[in-house]
């Protein structure tokens, strides 16, 4: 069975850094793209980064382009997000989830989301 | 970016009726492979977001039948027919044609 487990999230200052982990049972990375997402408190879903199965491969949305880097760790099985110059308007739930790339283009396994809080 | 647009927001609907929820796109979902990357997805209170449909109209392995979505282009629907208490949760449509937007979320409730 595939479980994906976030955590680092945290309390953190603007302007500060916090790096998140997210940790896969039940398949391992290669052949998988991962990545993150957020949910805003009572907002809606988005995308943040994407990760293929070697971490040659990254993308990531315009709102978090030079502040935020993910990378892999396949001897762990698991991911990462390093998120530096953080922002009062980054505070959200943060996901990983496993992206099923090619014919079809989905999210199919989501973890259930570490709670990252920005503010003074 | 593509915008996705859902309607309703809110969806009181009574236990055994039929839900459904539109989704339109700022622009065509078609892809330069003809796939349209459209899905739905649920999220019940306190629970990360669920998939439900893929490309538009196919169901994932375990979702149950009455869940089915349909549309083309620009225009999509989801469909909940004979409601049940489970139900309950925010759906959102999202696509994958080019990068990934999701809807705003419509809300199902009982009435």
């Known amino acids: 069975e595939v479980h994906l487990v976030e955590s680092g999230g945290g309390l953190v200052q603007p302007g500060g850094s916090l790096r998140l982990s997210c940790a896969a049972s039940?398949?391992?990375?290669?052949?998988?793209?991962m990545s993150w997402l957020r949910q805003a408190p009572g907002k809606g879903l988005e995308w943040l980064a994407n990760i293929n199965e070697d971490g040659s491969r990254k993308y990531y949305a315009d709102s978090v382009k030079g502040r935020f880097t993910t990378s892999i760790d396949n001897g762990k099985n698991s991911l990462s997000l390093q998120m530096n110059s953080l922002r009062v308007e980054d505070t959200a739930v943060y996901y990983c989830a496993r992206l099923f790339f090619g014919d079809v283009r989905y999210f199919d396994y989501w973890g259930q989301g570490t709670v990252v809080t920005v503010s003074s | 970016d593509i915008v996705m647009t859902q309607t309703p927001l809110s969806s009181p609907v009574t236990l055994g009726q039929s839900a459904s929820i539109s989704c339109r796109s700022s622009?065509?979902?078609?892809?330069?492979?003809?796939?349209?990357?459209l899905s739905w997805l649920q999220q019940r209170p306190g629970q990360p977001p669920r998939l439900l449909i893929y490309k538009v109209s196919n169901r994932l392995s375990g979702v149950p039948d009455r869940f089915s979505g349909s549309g083309a282009g620009t225009d999509f629907t989801l469909t909940i027919s004979r409601v049940e208490a489970e139900d309950v949760g925010v759906y959102y449509c999202m696509q994958s044609t080019l990068w990934y937007t999701f809807g705003q979320g419509t809300k199902l409730e009982i009435k």
């Open positions: 622009q065509s979902l078609v892809h330069s492979s003809g796939n349209t990357y």
């Open positions: 039940g398949f391992t990375f290669t052949n998988n793209w």
